[in-house]
């Protein structure tokens, strides 16, 4: 028996937002969501291996998020949610919802990074950057020097880093992921056939670029979109 920790934002309005984070979150990025939409019911998750969920070596992997995210759909009664993932959640996301058209009312996937196998500066970049920072600015610019947010606004990096990183007693910020955690899931996500998968989800799907971040580029988005079979594409300057 594995425990998940969940976040919930009791809102009225439905159908529901499930959400699942990216391969550096957990279930604490979304609150940003629940500031925008205070009136939404909102469930998070920590995938297995991050946050508060443990993670059992060799489980930690898109196959296992997916069967746990349709565990917290039922177990909640969230009915058919609109289910968004944030980069690597958004290609869980895709695996989720492409064989489960009754689960989900629509889709809405940020910055998917659909490339497979990913690019080899990516995995380097993942393999090898600190895991500990000695405060929230050198976080900053390790992230800005990367493949993925080379050049990102450092305010939102920064921000961001509040919700994957967590100060120790001695000061030092560390990843609320484990590290076999993210070992696994990057290459599982690799190993996905996305535009295969992505041409059969049958619900509206929102595609979301961020203009500025190389994780998306333009032109793989609009393939993405027109996979797609109800796509539709947001770019976020």
Known sequence: ???IRVLEWKGAETPAFQVLHGAMG??????????????????????????????????????????????????????RPIL?????????SVHYAAPRPAAVAAVVLLDPPVFAPPPQ?????????????????????????GPLMKGANPRMLRL???????????????SVA???????WNPSLGKLDVWSLASQI???????????????????????????RDGRLAVVE
């Open 26 to 79: 957990n279930a604490t990025m979304w609150q940003y969501l629940a500031d925008a939409f205070p009136r939404r019911r909102i469930v998070a998750s920590d995938h297995r291996g991050y946050g508060e969920t443990e993670g059992p070596v060799g489980t930690c992997t898109t196959d296992w998020h997916v069967r746990d995210a349709e565990a917290v759909r039922q177990g909640l009664g969230l009915g």
């Open 178 to 184: 484990k590290p076999h955690a993210l070992a696994e």
């Open 121 to 145: 500066e990516v995995m380097a970049f993942f393999a090898t950057a600190p895991r500990e920072f000695k405060d929230l600015d050198a976080y900053v610019d390790v992230q800005r020097a």
């Open 160 to 174: 961001y880093g509040t919700y994957v990183l967590r100060p120790g007693p001695d000061g030092v910020w560390r």
């Open 202 to 228: 049958r619900a509206p799907t929102l595609v979301v670029r961020a203009g500025a971040a190389p994780i998306l580029p333009a032109p793989v988005a609009k393939r993405l979109v027109s996979t797609l």
């Open 84 to 92: 968004i993932g944030y980069s690597g959640g958004a290609v869980d």
């Open 1 to 3: 028996c594995l425990l």
